[in-house]
């Protein structure tokens, strides 16, 4: 076992990553959550102020507080941000380079995910962009010739007694420490970066004493990090419809993976309405059909019942949902490392707590083997089946009443012996939810940072190469604990044939990533009885426009047709899998927009998709917006589907504020929105000066403010 250097300076530390890696310094940081940035921006400023040493990052998702843009912009949120990232909150220096293309000349940075849309304009990133899976990174960054690791870590005890937790992010650092070890090349100098707000999480992130993985711990506790927190969002009607439709398809007593933003936030909030208020669930759902009867494929892949075995989740993401789940009873499957006992308790035959005749039952389903071994004994103690006391002997095994039990069990008179042994005694080692990163709110973070007993024990961050893959070896046991996968994940556009768009637009810039959303989709194509599922929204503004997002081609394609699956717009759902082309494309047409139905019909006749003369069902004209927010105001004002379903991190007025800007900022867009502007503006109304104060406008210094103040009242009265 190495020793561990303890350092409290950063600038120390540096010097020691300088000295490890010499003139190269080829770094890999996680993505998201798990990034120091005050050390990575020290490495940063000092080689950039050494030409004679070269820097390579290698991360991705590198959060970047967001920036306004225009005067009322700034105006709403750098009070908000100030009190959402605190006025220390150390911004990565390569982010802002990037976005400006100013990275020095030696200095290169290469992601594999960005934060949605914040590198389109930037020609650096866009070149030195890396389109991989996320299974695969730890591959490709032993061939990047990585020579130093550095990353957020949570910390239990002090000096000699300590443990530490990868916390939010195990994902890709343990993979890729064991893929360098097996290419025979030299390990890479490992940095461990204390943050006292880090969760200190189980599984593969509890590294122990640290003692096989760190070289430095660095801890500086007079410059603490903010853990980033996503601010939670509004969920808004097309959201909620699109959200209840996906809802439908999860089986009880089935695996959940889902992502993060309004469109699984309403998800959530449907599958927790679902169990809740299920009468109401089933009203939305019919008013939402319009009377046209029960989902008909909910009826064969789902359910619209409550959860009475609960779910599994398995997601490459933990984010605030599956608290949500978590504290409603519904994440409440366990599944265990281990197939004969997995099998077992999904066939009922034991539950997770042991009861009278429970040792013939394991003994008949072959958990428990014909002659116990030392070997057999550690894994029934793993299990929780045999207590921590227990030790192979050479002929007996002592039991609770302080006789022994024999090593024959299939002798009736042992069997017997073990049975009163094991009574009573509840399984261990079972999780309810696997996941490879973390990222959410502030309140997600709470959450984790406070979990104990089962709740501590039932959550295991893991390497993503176990999360998002069936292991080599395993895979009847990883396919046993995904029973009946849902993988939901979004897209941006898909097309009529059943590609999706989810990365990248049309000239090839990418908007985000590939990430995991391919490891998903295969995985729920190598599974029976799993599914991927992707959510788009049937429409979109582009220019102040309205545009389908339903489209017959594009010129970049995630997700090829031939693994299409299954699609969840506002409209419905469109069951792709094992279909003809003429069948995809009329489901498609099915969840598209009323207004860009004619036009795809007639690009389906013109490719020999859709018969000529193909006439578009009545009831598909009602898939309009204004039919769709008819259909949900009812339950909106019953307070069934809040625009806030996990609360907020605006206050009350700012909760006013921003649909009138986001209208302001939509009417401004577009001179067609102009004469809709001014009527806003020019019409008398309620005048809101807590909403002006907040703004700063209630007491306007020039004409500037005078005419931005009138804008904001138009908009908030229009809103109102």
């Not at 903010?226 to 969002?233: C, G, S, Y």
């Not at 066939?347 to 428990?368: H, K, N, P, W, Y």
């Amino acid at each position: 076992m190495q020793r561990i250097t303890q350092l409290g300076s950063i600038d120390a530390c540096v010097d020691r990553i300088l000295d490890a890696c010499g003139q190269a310094v080829v770094l890999a940081a996680p993505l998201g959550l798990g990034k120091p940035n005050r050390l990575i921006n020290a490495v940063y400023r000092r080689i950039a102020a050494d030409p004679a040493r070269r820097l390579t990052i290698h991360t991705a998702l590198s959060l970047d507080p967001p920036k306004p843009g225009g005067d009322l912009e700034r105006r709403f949120a750098d009070p908000f941000l100030l009190r959402q990232f605190g006025s220390d909150y150390p911004a990565l220096d390569y982010v802002a380079a990037m976005q400006a293309d100013a990275l020095p000349g030696n200095i290169r940075v290469h992601e594999f995910y960005f934060q949605s849309g914040t590198m389109l304009r930037s020609r650096q990133a866009q070149r030195d962009y890396a389109s991989l899976n996320y299974s695969v990174v730890a591959r490709d960054l032993v061939d990047a010739g990585v020579n130093v690791i550095v990353q957020l870590v949570a910390r239990r005890g002090q000096g000699e007694q300590a443990r530490y937790s990868l916390g939010c992010n195990p994902d890709v650092t343990l993979d890729l420490i064991d893929r360098t070890r097996e290419a025979g090349m030299p390990l890479p100098f490992v940095v461990g970066v204390v943050n006292e707000d880090m969760p200190f999480l189980g599984g593969d992130a509890d590294v122990g004493d640290g003692g096989q993985l760190f070289d430095v711990i660095l801890d500086v506790p007079a410059q603490p990090q903010r853990l980033f927190a996503v601010p939670r969002e509004d969920v808004d009607d097309v959201e909620y419809a699109i959200g209840l439709h996906a809802s439908t398809l999860v089986r009880d007593g089935g695996t959940l993976q889902i992502g993060i933003g309004a469109l699984s936030d309403a998800l959530v909030e449907a599958l927790l309405l679902r169990q809740k208020q299920n009468n109401d669930y089933v009203a939305i759902l019919d008013a939402l059909r319009n009377g046209a009867g029960a989902p008909t494929v909910a009826a064969r892949i789902g359910g619209l019942g409550s959860f009475e075995h609960g779910l599994y989740g398995s997601s490459e993401m933990v984010m605030d949902g599956f608290m949500h789940l978590r504290r409603a009873g519904i994440l409440k499957r366990k599944v265990h490392d281990d197939l004969k006992l997995q099998q077992a308790l999904d066939r009922g035959v034991i539950g997770q707590v042991l009861v009278a005749g429970d040792a013939q039952r394991l003994r008949d389903c072959g958990v428990l083997p014909r002659r116990l071994d030392a070997e057999a004994v550690a894994r029934l103690v793993r299990l929780g089946i045999l207590p921590d006391s227990t030790r192979f002997g050479d002929d007996l095994l002592p039991s609770t009443d302080g006789g022994s039990v024999g090593l024959d069990l299939d002798d009736a008179v042992i069997l017997a012996r073990l049975d009163d042994a094991i009574r009573g005694r509840a399984l261990r080692g079972g999780r309810y939810l696997q996941g490879g990163f973390c990222l959410g709110s502030s309140e997600l973070y709470t959450w984790l940072a406070q979990l104990d007993g089962e709740d501590h024990e039932g959550l295991a961050m893991c390497r993503i190469s176990e999360v998002n893959l069936l292991q080599r070896g395993a895979e009847e046991l990883a396919a046993v604990q995904r029973r009946d996968a849902r993988f939901f994940n979004t897209c941006m556009i898909a097309t009529a044939l059943g590609a999706a768009v989810s990365d990248a637009v049309d000239d090839g810039r990418v908007v985000s990533g590939v990430g995991g959303q391919y490891n998903f989709v295969a995985m729920a194509h190598a599974l029976e009885d799993a599914r991927s599922i992707l959510m788009l929204r049937a429409t979109r503004r582009e220019h102040g426009v309205l545009a389908s997002n339903i489209r017959w081609n594009y010129a970049h394609a995630t997700i090829p047709r031939h693994l299409r699956d299954i699609y969840v717009t506002e409209y419905g759902v469109a069951d792709l899998r094992g279909k003809t082309d003429e069948q995809c494309v009329i489901a498609m047409l099915a969840i598209t927009d009323a207004a860009f139905q004619g036009s795809l019909v007639d690009e389906a006749i013109r490719a020999r998709k859709l018969p000529a003369g193909f006439i578009v069902p009545g009831d598909w004209s009602r898939n309009t917006r204004s039919a769709l927010k008819a259909r949900l105001e009812p339950y909106r004002k019953r307070g069934l589907l809040p625009d806030f379903p996990f609360g907020s991190d605006f206050d009350a007025v700012e909760r006013r504020l921003l649909p009138a800007l986001t209208w302001l900022k939509t009417a401004s867009s577009s001179a067609r929105h102009w004469p809709r502007l001014a009527a806003a503006v020019i019409a008398p109304g309620i005048v809101d000066r807590e909403a002006l104060a907040r703004m700063g406008l209630d007491r306007p210094q020039s004409v500037r403010e005078r005419i931005l103040a009138r804008l904001v009242s138009g908009a908030l009265n229009r809103a109102r």
